[in-house]
């Protein structure tokens, strides 16, 4: 350790990955774990995407990939903000990345210097504040709780704001609640923004196709911030293209220019691969995806009503994404089976060794009373596990 980087010795481990390496622990040793930690869908890629990719396989698209994306997936970016968020972004605005998390972190490089603040209304994406950190910026914690339904207040983002506040990332829908900002909402926390023209916002719309009656506004829709708000978007949730690793921003172009330039000594250019796949899932309808969120809609009510049959799961209704958040505070300080839980991450373990069903701590998160729980498995799944979990506690 005493030779390694103090960047990579202040880092934390991602808690989602690390308990999904736990669960594979666990089930190298024989043991039937139900994994409800990752936010994976567990559908297949669609069979379109999968014939494009094929294509240009045929095709022998086989060689470096421009550092921001292709011209033509570019396009079709542009055109998909336009569709679907009311966004008029120009090819020079896009960068396409390995995945959303790359895009964050390349406007993370770019924008933010020691001693910068970050603001993160909790709960956020565990990668944020490390994110953050490996930009030597200083993460701030804005905790919300799910008595105000997890969503921050014009109040409280005004009282945190100080001189050293560079950056807010939102994320709506919400990982880990479910959590969707409305329009009213987000115009509302706008109004306390344009006080501070210094300060940039990252909106990170992965789930915006994962919705069940809200409808998902853009930061950037609202003109006082567009000059200063970076959308970032991808593939891989509404379209099961985890695997794939594509994401994109669309940006100011001074923005785009350094994400480009500091992509180009990381990664350079996204898979040509995936790109090519990609154009296709931008092009199609949304209503070609409407099945998975569809049968999602399914699943959260489901598990909502399992975790409300049992006692002290203090569970809202989230208006999008595939998780549950529920406050589990009222098992603090309790013993079960000699386990005494003092907090969620002991909770979290203790479903794992004892009912075998893997979540997340909510501490992750940045917020200590809650465990995420993601309903991205099957109906059967979902049953079998959450009838572990009430024996376990019994």
């Known amino acids: 350790m005493e030779a390694l980087s103090e960047r990579i010795n202040s880092l934390p481990i991602s808690a989602t990955l690390a308990m999904a390496a736990k669960a594979r622990e666990l089930k190298s040793q024989g043991i039937d774990v139900i994994g409800l930690s990752l936010g994976e869908p567990d559908f297949n890629t669609p069979d379109f995407i999968k014939d494009a990719a094929i294509q240009a396989v045929n095709d022998n698209y086989n060689s470096y990939s421009p550092v921001d994306g292709y011209a033509d997936l570019k396009e079709a970016v542009c055109e ?17 990345s390995t995945g959303a998390k790359q895009s964050i972190a390349n406007v993370c490089m770019v924008l933010l210097n020691p001693g910068d603040e970050v603001l993160l209304p909790a709960p956020y994406w565990v990668s944020y504040s490390a ?3 490996l930009a030597e910026a200083t993460p701030v914690i804005v905790p919300t709780g799910i008595e105000q339904n997890f969503k921050i207040t014009p ?29 009213a909402e987000y115009h509302a926390l ?106 999602f809609k399914n699943r959260r009510q489901l598990i909502i009503d399992l975790l409300r049959a049992m006692d002290g799961f203090n569970v809202n209704e989230p ?21 005494t839980i003092a907090n969620a991450t002991d909770f979290a373990l203790y479903l794992l060794e004892k009912a075998h069903v893997a979540t997340v701590t909510g501490d992750a998160f940045g917020d200590p009373n809650c465990i995420r729980i993601s309903y991205a498995a099957s109906e059967d799944q979902i049953k079998k596990a959450m009838g572990r979990v009430a024996k376990a506690l019994a």
């Open 155 to 183: 109040e409280q983002l005004d009282a945190a704001i100080t001189p050293k506040t560079k950056l807010i990332m939102f994320n709506s829908p919400n990982n880990p609640s479910g959590t969707v900002y409305t329009e």
């Open 319 to 339: 208006d999008g994404a595939f998780y549950v958040f529920p406050d589990v505070s009222s098992f603090f300080g309790k013993t079960l089976q000699g386990h």
């Open 80 to 96: 998909k903000f336009k569709r679907d968020n009311n966004l008029d972004y120009k090819p020079s605005q896009v960068v396409v």
């Open 131 to 133: 994110i953050a950190t």
């Open 190 to 295: 706008a109004a306390v923004l344009e006080k501070y023209p210094n300060i940039f916002i990252l909106s990170d719309e992965i789930y915006e196709h994962i919705n069940y009656g809200v409808a998902v506004f853009s930061l950037a829709a609202i003109p006082s911030l567009y000059d200063r708000t970076i959308t970032v978007n991808g593939l891989a949730k509404a379209f099961a293209m985890t695997g794939w690793r594509i994401g994109y921003i669309g940006a100011p172009e001074w923005i785009a220019k350094a994400c480009n330039k500091m992509q180009g000594q990381i990664t350079s250019g996204t898979n040509c691969i995936a790109q090519r796949a990609a154009i296709s899932a931008l092009k199609a309808p949304v209503s070609k995806i409407q099945y998975m969120v569809d049968e």
